[in-house]
Each structure stands twice: as structure tokens, then as C-alpha cells.
Nanobody, 125 residues
Framework: QVQLVESGGGLVQAGGSLRLSCAASGGTFSSYAMGWFRQAPGKEREFVASISWKIGGRTYYADSVKGRFTISRDNAKNTVYLQMNSLKPEDTAVYYC?????????????????WGRGTQVTVSS
């Protein structure tokens, strides 16, 4: 299974931006569809975005982030990104990267095979 390490989290004011990165190792990155999830304190983990295994391929977003977040990948760098703009306090959560060894995957967490340990994003009002 591929190993995943997230980075790029931090503290930002509402309206600001952050870019999360997820570096993959130990597998053929281009064979995996990738996703981002998040979990706020006291809440269940929720889907944020996913991307198919091809560069420039299909993407899918939760309604809560559509138009503000963009998922992308660089298969040469074995990395998937989550660009987060117009951040809101309700975006505060631990953000997790996940990989699924299929061409395409959407919002169901059970479809993902590997998970990172997460990176904290805090948005102040």
C-alpha cells in the first residue's frame, strides 16, 4: 500500500488561503485515485474532494467547498494538492489525504485503501 504524508496546514484568518500537499511513497502513485477528507472536533470525518488517477482528470467536490477548493495532482512528484481559498471558520478541521487503487473514487471513505495521519487547519474569525 502507498504511504501518505500531509503538510501545509496551519492557522489562517477567515478569507485567507492555504495549500495542502500530500506526498505518496511506496506505491505507483499514478495507479491511485486520491481524495481529501476532514474531521472537525466532535464531528465525523467528511469527504472534501477527489481526483482520478490521470493528470487533468475528473474531480469531485463536496458542496460545502465547491468553488473555493481545488484538488490537483502531480504524478511526477507523487503529490496531490488541495488549494483552499476563501476559508471560513467552519473549515477548521484535521485534513486527511487518502488513496484508492482504482481509476476513480468519490465520497465514500470505505472505498479508500490508504490514509495519511492528517494536518491541522485552523481558520480564525
Amino acid at each position: 500500500q502507498v504511504q501518505l504524508v500531509e503538510s501545509g496546514g496551519g492557522l489562517v484568518q477567515a478569507g485567507g488561503s492555504l495549500r495542502l500537499s500530500c506526498a505518496a511513497s511506496g506505491g505507483t502513485f499514478s495507479s491511485y485515485a486520491m481524495g481529501w477528507f476532514r474531521q472537525a472536533p466532535g464531528k465525523e470525518r467528511e469527504f472534501v474532494a477527489s481526483i482520478s488517477w490521470k493528470i487533468g482528470g475528473r474531480t469531485y467536490y463536496a458542496d460545502s467547498v465547491k468553488g473555493r477548493f481545488t484538488i490537483s495532482r502531480d504524478n511526477a512528484k507523487n503529490t496531490v494538492y488541495l488549494q483552499m481559498n476563501s476559508l471560513k471558520p467552519e473549515d477548521t478541521a484535521v485534513y486527511y489525504c487518502a488513496a484508492a487503487r482504482v481509476p476513480w473514487v468519490e465520497a465514500s471513505a470505505v472505498d479508500y485503501d490508504s490514509w495519511g495521519r492528517g494536518t491541522q487547519v485552523t481558520v480564525s474569525s
